[in-house]
């Protein structure tokens, strides 16, 4: 059975920091792209960061370009979203999804729902408060 267990969010003033982790299991885990969503009342999902099998090419989407970073350790089954210089723009429920998508960019699929998606995690909640 695959399970996706995202870490506690939180909450956190502007122009601070916060650390996401994801860690999957019941799958082969270097096989899978992880992609960061977030969804915030109102408005669609969207992917944020994503990060192919072997980490050597990701996605940022404009919003968070230079401000989240994602990283990856295949040994411990885990994906991470380091967010800087965070915004009330960026409060949202924030999840984490696996792919199983060969030799494709990241960017061909990241943007949007995560159509392509087939795992999830339960979601986090992020608040940035100005």
């Known amino acids: 059975q695959v399970q996706v267990v995202e870490s506690a969010g939180g909450w956190v003033q502007a122009e601070g920091s916060l650390r996401l982790s994801c860690t999957a299991s019941?799958?082969?885990?270097?096989?899978?792209?992880v992609g960061w969503f977030r969804q915030a009342p109102g408005n669609q999902r969207e992917g944020i960061p994503c990060?192919?099998?072997?980490?050597?090419?990701?996605y940022y989407d404009d919003s968070v370009k230079g401000r989240f970073t994602i990283s990856r350790d295949n040994a411990k089954n885990t994906v991470y979203l380091l967010m800087n210089n965070l915004e009330p723009e960026d409060t949202a429920m924030y999840y984490c999804?696996?792919?199983?998508?060969?030799?494709?960019?990241?960017?061909?699929?990241?943007?949007?729902?995560?159509?392509?998606?087939?795992?999830w995690g339960q979601g986090t909640q992020v608040t940035v408060s100005s």
């Open positions: 990060i192919n099998y072997s980490g050597g090419s990701t």
């Open positions: 019941g799958l082969r885990f270097d096989e899978y792209t």
């Open positions: 999804a696996l792919a199983s998508v060969a030799h494709r960019h990241p960017r061909e699929y990241c943007p949007g729902p995560g159509r392509l998606f087939g795992y």
